[in-house]
């Protein structure tokens, strides 16, 4: 799972991202991310960088917004305790990473802000890594 910095990130050339996106296929590891993440991290004024966006964005499975995901991320930020709308694009992410592991998948989310979405995945093996 990729945070908006992570995929900005990849976009911008980083190495360990570039790395990750290119070979997890290879491996059988899905790399996925919340369409809501994709809009957090896209930047209309870089023009220049729509061609890596479409190369990374056709690896990674872009996971859209339900009911489901809404209702997880609702119950995931009553428990950690943050409210508003800078909480509410990771407790999304959060809840398809949730959501993932609650379906057997192993889940690792990539991110600038392990701490807070270490407590919006307390209870959920979903292992968090700095980006």
């Known amino acids: 799972m990729l945070d908006s910095e992570a995929l900005s990130k990849a976009v911008h050339g980083d190495r360990e991202m570039a790395a990750l996106i290119k070979t997890a296929p290879g491996l059988d590891i899905p790399i996925v991310t919340s369409a809501l993440t994709t809009l957090d991290a896209w930047d209309p004024r870089e023009t220049s960088r729509q061609a890596l966006w479409n190369w990374t964005l056709a690896r ?13 991320a609702r119950d995931m930020l009553k428990a950690a305790g943050p409210h508003g709308h800078q909480y509410a694009i990771d407790a999304i992410l959060a809840a398809v990473a949730g959501r993932e592991a609650g379906q057997g998948a192993e889940a690792t989310v990539f991110t600038s802000d392990t701490d807070d979405m270490a407590q919006l995945l307390a209870g959920h093996s979903v292992r968090v890594d700095k980006v």
């Open 60 to 72: 990674i499975r872009v996971v859209h917004t339900d009911d489901q995901v809404i209702a997880m």
